[in-house]
């Protein structure tokens, strides 16, 4: 293929569908939890996408499959005597992507490490920075409560990137996401809403030794929540992110993302301080470039 070609087949796999792309609408980010607490995870995602490319690039049929492999770390504390926490989370990808390129097929494999993302987190109104029993007699006491907060979210480019191919699992330029949320919870239903917006770093080591550069992504995701007694919780979501058009070399491409996301996720405990959840996501775009994207992951938490 012609270089132009190959750029923008790169943009819209490697942009419409990056590998962490799926896996960003999460419940319960900003639950505060008592001050001290640690909590180790481990978890694996399955990603299937269909992949939709301008079609004068003659590439038909492009689909995409992740398998992800993530641990994670939360730590929380108190912050001027407000809730805070640190979270840390490390992929590991397989990924495939295939179709057919000017009508013969094509295969790509990839397999190695991801972009780590740390986030921290504080919270500005509601529940304040409290050992676990002052908490659970906090929370006793307030049934009906608000929460609002903010963070901020890196994504650092250590993941694997290799400037002679096409496709790659790390980004090669970093990533930061201001955020802001606010959780409101009456007795056993939680409803959250999360405002996020992507800057990102203009990548000069781009595919060829050229220039990427990308605007911001906004988006929105919101969570209702419902909590059983016996420690059991299940959450409807949805999330929309939207424009993020990109340039090569100054040059501007017809690009801008427009996606929504919906989940359906599912914890229950395991014994005293284990969990497990279970989460499908569905990612899928509203323009004529970008991925339908189906995602199942299973995810195991210990706190101490």
Avoid at 16 to 25: E, R, S, T, V
Avoid at 98 to 111: D, I, K, M, Y
Wanted: net charge negative; proline share 5%; charged share 20%.
């Amino acid at each position: 293929m012609r270089p132009d070609r190959t750029l923008l087949v790169l943009l819209a796999c490697l942009i419409g569908c990056a590998p962490a792309c799926a896996q960003d609408i999460e419940p319960r980010r900003w639950t505060p939890l008592p001050v001290g607490l640690n909590v180790v995870g481990a978890g694996y995602g399955f990603t299937n996408a269909d992949i939709f490319i301008d079609p004068v690039l003659d590439v038909q049929d492009a689909e995409m499959d992740l398998h992800t492999i993530g641990v994670s770390y939360v730590r929380s504390f108190s912050l001027w005597g407000r809730y805070a926490r640190f979270d840390a989370v490390v992929p590991w990808h397989s990924a495939e992507w295939n179709g057919l390129l000017e009508g013969q097929p094509a295969r790509v494999t990839r397999v190695g490490h991801g972009d780590p993302i740390l986030r921290l987190s504080w919270n500005l109104v509601g529940t304040p920075a409290m050992n676990p029993s002052a908490y659970r007699d906090y929370i006793a006491a307030n049934p009906v409560n608000t929460v609002i907060g903010a963070a901020v979210a890196v994504t650092v480019p250590v993941g694997e990137n290799l400037e002679d191919k096409l496709l790659n699992l790390g980004q090669n330029r970093w990533v930061v996401r201001p955020q802001v949320g606010v959780v409101h919870t009456r007795g056993l239903w939680s409803w959250e809403l999360t405002a996020s917006t992507f800057f990102y770093q203009d990548n000069d080591k781009f595919f060829g030794g050229n220039k990427l550069e990308q605007d911001p992504i906004y988006a929105m995701q919101g969570h209702m929540i419902r909590f059983f007694r016996s420690g059991v919780w299940v959450s409807a979501s949805a999330a929309y992110g939207w424009e993020g058009g990109t340039e090569v070399n100054d040059e501007i491409r017809d690009d801008k993302k427009n996606q929504f996301l919906a989940a359906l996720s599912f914890g229950f405990p395991v014994g005293r301080n284990q969990g497990v959840k279970l989460a499908y996501i569905r990612g899928e775009t509203r323009v004529d470039t970008g991925s339908d994207t189906n995602t199942l992951a299973v995810a195991w938490t210990m706190r101490y």
